[in-house]
């Protein structure tokens, strides 16, 4: 189980409580606000399609931005050091350039509501009820980690006990979905993104400020930990031990290509924010305005990781504070009040974006793909807007439930990249290979869906877990199990396609990519099946331009690295 120290009970006063029942009360009021713009099942759980990119675009960040990546993210600074980079500009940005670039055209052209839809029409029924399945199965086990960890952050900081903190959190989702629908979601997670950011950036300057600087930083953790610990790749060659447990192989592989572009691609918690934009212009900028604040989250989590590990020599030893307190600490000893009001306000904030992410993503998949194509069909769209509000309430109740699946782990970044693992990779190699092989068969889809899941569980269940194979950490062992996961399921796909029937080829128009191909929306490799909308005024303008967004991302996050590949 994961706990905070005790020890770091923060030193809230009326001010602090003021400014978090005001967060509260702000976060309602856009709710309600939200709720007039819902007529239609299409405005609650897509928004109506009628958001701007710039809402979209910061609203992609702010669902991946949960407070799980904030303390998981520190503490692997504070205990891997710079090695932490390694998750968002090889680990993130090339896949949402590549999600902006290459996939949004077939999602926002096929008119799909969710991704486990895009599945039915490349493919069939049964992949698309299993990646149902599986998706609004990991979005309820996802929600009730962020449950979970807030429950014991909020115990350890503000003294609530933990069911207080896991009912009120998750009232307050549940409220402001069930009211406004995905407006409300994205909206919030605009404003939970400023707050988040409110409550990093005094913890990563005062903390510089209290360990002399980047200079004075540099030279106790080079004191303490070596050169390498400051450095992105050092001790990663092949054959050499280091802290992470991952070679640049596998880092590049597992974590760069398999782990990033089966999340950023395929999980419906980002891409839904993306299919709610205005037009496709809008909807492919989406992630890529994301990346660049992306690309920059990184220094707010590792430089108050990395404080912690000076202030605290000893810091993940036995007894003492482990590397999960390095938020939390460096906000009792260095946040006066007021300050600690927004701190504490954005850590909540950090929880329930990323908890609404995935309820919201929940109940459209669930609505859509689950009870309007299999259990009740055909029904006027009322049903379908009572029935999402429904259904919300219930993954809300279901997420407390999964949330103590959670204590089980002791790493709950690890716990989530597990998941990512398990339910993403397999579903990133059914997508990846059905847009770029028009011969993938119908029934392959299915099959690599199983397969790849099947296998990465194994990896991970029986080959790690009972130590067939020696992996160091279980950071590394997911690094592999996404290998394994998207190796399988692509074989299988391949071996089943052979000996089964390919889907006709007028029924791909808009589902796979044809080279050559200049398409009707500047050359993205799609065959749109009916004409192309009009650009909004203000799409063409140069710096609107998807591929310069998207190359330019790529470019400054690859420069990025060099300060630390020294």
């Known amino acids: 189980m994961i706990t905070l120290a005790e020890g770091l009970r923060l030193p809230t006063n009326g001010l602090d409580y003021a400014i978090l029942a005001l967060y509260f009360v702000v976060v309602l009021g856009i709710g309600f606000a939200a709720r007039r713009s819902v007529r239609t099942s299409l405005d609650f759980f897509l928004s109506g399609r009628s958001l701007p990119a710039w809402v979209t675009g910061l609203a992609f960040v702010a669902a991946n931005l949960g407070a799980t990546e904030i303390l998981g993210m520190a503490a692997t600074g504070a205990q891997y050091g710079v090695a932490v980079v390694h998750w968002y500009w090889i680990g993130a940005i090339p896949a949402m350039v590549f999600l902006g670039l290459v996939m949004m055209p077939f999602y926002y052209r096929s008119k799909v509501r969710s991704v486990p839809e895009f599945l039915l ?9 299993l990646s149902s399945v599986l998706f609004a199965f990991a979005a309820i086990l996802i929600a009730g980690v962020n449950l979970y960890a807030l429950s014991i952050v909020v115990e350890a900081l503000l003294g609530w006990p ?25 909206y919030n997670e605009v404003l939970q993104f400023f707050v988040i950011l409110a409550a990093l950036i005094p913890l990563a300057v005062l903390g510089l400020k209290r360990v002399g600087g980047w200079s004075g930083l540099s030279h106790s953790l080079t004191a303490s930990h070596g050169h390498d610990f400051l450095t992105a790749w050092g001790g990663t060659g092949i054959g050499r031990a280091n802290p992470l447990g991952a070679n640049w192989l596998t880092i590049v592989l597992g974590l760069g290509f398999v782990l990033s572009f089966g999340y950023w691609t395929t999980n419906f918690a980002e891409v839904q924010r993306a299919l709610s934009a205005k037009n496709l212009s809008a909807a492919r900028r989406t992630p890529l305005i994301g990346a660049f604040p992306k690309m920059f989250i990184v220094f707010l989590v590792m430089i108050p990781g990395l404080v912690a590990a000076v202030l605290v020599p000893k810091i993940g030893a036995p007894g003492g504070l482990q590397y999960n307190d390095a938020i939390p600490y460096l906000m009792q000893e260095l946040l006066p009040n007021g300050v600690l009001g927004i701190a504490v306000t954005g850590l909540l904030a950090a929880f329930m974006a990323g908890m609404a992410a995935n309820v919201s993503s929940f109940n459209t998949v669930f609505t859509y793909d689950i009870w309007a194509k299999y259990v009740k069909r055909d029904r006027p769209d009322g049903y379908y807007l009572r029935f999402g509000r429904l259904i919300t309430a219930i993954g809300v109740l279901a997420s407390i439930g999964t949330a103590f699946i959670a204590s089980s782990f002791s790493n709950i970044m690890g716990y989530l990249q597990t998941l990512f693992s398990f339910f993403n990779v ?38 790690y877990k009972q130590h067939v194979i020696s992996i160091p950490t279980d950071q590394g062992a997911n690094f592999v199990s996404a290998i394994v996961g998207f190796v399988a399921g692509a074989v299988v796909m391949v071996v089943v396609t052979l000996f089964t029937e390919p889907r006709p080829a007028a029924e791909l128009a808009g589902l796979v990519w044809e ?11 799609t065959a749109a099946p009916e004409p192309a909308e009009p650009s909004a005024e203000g799409d063409d303008a140069w ?19 060099l300060p630390y590949s020294l």
């Not at 998750?170 to 994205?186: D, E, H, K, N, R």
């Not at 080279?515 to 490799?525: E, H, P, V």
């Not at 609107?544 to 330019?552: F, N, Y």
């Open 121 to 129: 029409q490349r493919f069939d029924r049964s992949a698309h009820l």
């Open 162 to 186: 933990q069911w207080v903190a896991i009912v009120v959190a998750g009232l307050f989702v549940l409220a402001y979905i069930t009211i406004g629908g995905l407006s409300s979601a994205i």
């Open 426 to 463: 397999p579903m990133f190699v059914v997508f990846i290979i059905g847009m770029f092989w028009k011969r993938a068969s119908m029934k392959s889809g299915v099959w690599g869906l199983l397969a790849g899941t099947t296998a990465a569980m194994v990896n991970y269940f029986w080959i």
């Open 515 to 525: 080279s050559g191909r200049t398409g009707r929306a500047g050359g993205d490799g």
């Open 543 to 561: 710096y609107r331009k998807p591929a310069l967004l998207g190359w330019g991302a790529v470019v400054l996050a690859a420069l990025c690295y």
